[in-house]
């Protein structure tokens, strides 16, 4: 048995007296409670999300069916693309530019700098005129042949440095140099020190060609290398008074006078005085 649907009273009356059916009445608002006329109420658009409007969302273009291409997309392979137009990089101005060359404004000089620059240049063409004129000597005097000695001349000569005394004696031979008996690599062991005594020597060209005997005595090692230097400068002079000129220059032949200075009393040395104490 089938149940048949129950029709509303009050429509049913309402459709017989109008003869309208339910689906052409309009909707009527709901009012609060009896006596008060329906307000009206405003339309709200809808939104498709929180605080957001329809004009927000883009357009998104409708497709007719699953795997079809909207109108506007062409197929046609045969019309080639439009290249991008490339990004412009930042250019600075005026990069391309060559910088002109602006030549600083010397000031003048005063008379004091003009002076001195003078001074610095006439120093400087004299220091190399001099190692210059050091060098062409030094070879001519090694090249020069050293005079001949007899078998069996002696040269005595007496150098002082300090508190040193040498007595140096050349003798023709084949250059060896004893000092008190001893070679003189065993007396002097520092090489300065043998340096400063064969010197004269080495300047003049007689180191090969006479023997040295040196006796000394006082002082340190310093001054009687010194000492030695100076004997052997005075003796050579005695062989070949011509080699006077060139000794001399070069400071072999002058007694170095430059000693340590006494201590004076009150002092603690020469020149140091003790702390100064004002109470």
Avoid: C, W
């Avoid at 101005?93 to 000031?107: F, H, N, T, W």
């Amino acid at each position: 048995m089938i149940d048949e649907p129950q029709n509303n009273d009050e429509t049913s009356e309402e459709g017989a007296a109008t003869g309208k059916t339910p689906d052409q009445f309009p909707e009527t608002p709901v009012t609060k409670g009896p006596g008060k006329t329906p307000q009206e109420v405003p339309e709200t658009p809808v939104t498709e999300g929180p605080g957001e409007t329809p004009d927000q969302f883009p357009e998104t273009p409708v497709t007719e069916g699953p795997g079809e291409i909207p109108p506007e997309v062409s197929l046609d392979a045969s019309e080639p693309e439009e290249p991008k137009a490339e990004k412009k990089k930042d250019v600075i101005p005026g990069a391309d530019l060559e910088p002109i060359a602006v030549e600083p404004e010397e000031r003048p000089l005063s008379a004091e700098e003009r002076a001195r620059r003078e001074a610095e240049e006439e120093e400087r063409r004299a220091r190399e005129a001099a190692l210059a004129g050091e060098s062409d000597e030094e070879e001519q005097a090694a090249s020069r042949a050293p005079a001949k000695m007899e078998g069996d001349s002696r040269y005595l000569a007496t150098g002082k440095r300090k508190n040193a005394i040498a007595r140096v004696t050349l003798l023709p031979g084949s250059g060896a140099f004893l000092v008190n008996g001893r070679p003189i690599e065993e007396f002097f062991p520092r090489p300065l020190h043998q340096t400063t005594a064969r010197q004269p020597l080495a300047t003049t060209g007689y180191e090969g060609s006479v023997d040295v005997r040196v006796r000394v005595h006082g002082g340190g090692i310093s001054g009687q290398a010194g000492a030695v230097r100076h004997g052997i400068a005075r003796a050579l002079t005695e062989v070949d008074p011509e080699l006077r000129g060139e000794l001399k220059r070069r400071g072999f032949l002058t007694r170095d006078a430059r000693a340590k200075e006494r201590r004076k009393a009150g002092l603690k040395k020469a020149r140091k005085r003790p702390q100064f104490s004002k109470r």
